[in-house]
């Protein structure tokens, strides 16, 4: 399956609607199968500096086929990865990007950002439960 | 007045509308008046390179206050801004970025890529008729 | 309230006079509510390692709109935001960045370096008062 | 003679006295002998885009000790130095940019961004004046 505009909208909209629901305005950014950013939306009075963020979780995720808190476990000091955010023009290696599935195919990843990364990760979780 | 998310919305979904009547798939980037990404559309099949230059004709055109055609005419060898494009990281200057305005207020700026820019431009003018 | 450039040479105004008093010469940026940046000095003697320091400082705080300091105890490795400094072309994550606020409305964000971080937040908290 | 703060806020007063003279809002920076950024303003209503340019149009007159609109001559499609603007970050290489000297002496330079090139240059040597 391939992922549409029309899913995700589909997948941003659930997404919005959690985060309207918890109160915390969100970036929300959507990337498909090949990394390249498809949606994007900022709720009013999100902010700023999470627009970079959300686009970065959401190809972290996306790029490593896992959500972007497994990869932070694996990046901290003493740790495997450490330093990995180098890479690919900066990752973001802590919760809120996670992969999108249908069955088993990957066909893509939502990365959020806006809140704390409990909050950024229930919003992206809420948002694959559209697909 | 500030540009709000539904507001973009309403604007990315009047350009996609027109882009779908012409047939040419395109990616839709809108910007606040602080030049801040605030929505992004990649219909389906649009170019993937047109990702970058849809936000990066957004920004221009927010950026001087000017749609996007108006710089590159200025910005040819011989011509007053020749090499502006090397500034801010990176500017579009051919058309299919154009600025938002509500009344004579600039509250941000579309821009869109993906096919002729002369098409181009006919889907970012569509989206400020949404306004 | 917008931060006009009168309010923004206020500011800077009354963090050099801090920075004065204190003996340590600084870097003062002040970027407005789009997290562009309206004014910056350079007191004489100060480091030139600080023009950018303070401007990232600056940046970062309108970005979450919050202090800087507080963003670097949630980036700490094992922290919930360990590697946040890789977004957005680099961040600052310890004190001297402080949000302007005319009220509860945040109107940009002022950045200072120079000295200790305990001495730049002062001087950019002797900014604010200026408001 | 060595650029002081309180020196390039002269120079910068009487750029902006200038330029509210000719009506025109502009982006002001200024470095010292060193190329680094001494100070910046943004008068209200400036281009959000002529921030980088300013700044870029000021390290360019110093990295060269010569007016930007001379590098651009040279930098013109089949002569000496096309493509120059590729070096160093990126430089600005049209009119605007203006060395700073005490009798022969090179003490920074300063660049203005946001009319024509020739408002910029006018207003960029009118900060000269203030030495």
Redesign the interface.
């Known amino acids: 399956m391939?992922l549409?505009?029309e899913l995700a909208?589909k997948i941003a909209a659930a997404a919005i609607q959690k985060a309207s629901e918890i109160g915390v305005p969100m970036n929300i950014a959507i990337v498909d199968e090949?990394a390249?950013?498809?949606?994007?939306?900022?709720?009013?009075n999100a902010?700023?500096?999470?627009?970079?963020?959300s686009i970065?979780k959401a190809k972290t995720a996306r790029f490593f086929d896992m959500n972007t808190g497994e990869i932070?476990k694996l990046?901290?000091?003493g740790q495997p990865l450490f330093g990995i955010?180098?890479s690919n023009g900066?990752?973001?290696?802590?919760?809120g990007g996670v992969v999108l599935k249908s069955g088993d195919e990957i066909i893509g990843a939502i990365g959020v950002s806006g809140g704390?990364?409990e909050q950024d990760h229930e919003v992206a979780s809420a948002g694959t439960s559209a697909i």
């Not at 900066?90 to 919760?95: H, N």
């Open positions: 391939k549409t505009l909208e090949g390249n950013l498809k949606s994007f939306h900022r709720m009013d902010w700023l500096g999470s627009v970079d963020i970065k932070g990046s901290q000091p955010e180098h900066g990752l973001i290696s802590f919760p704390s990364v």
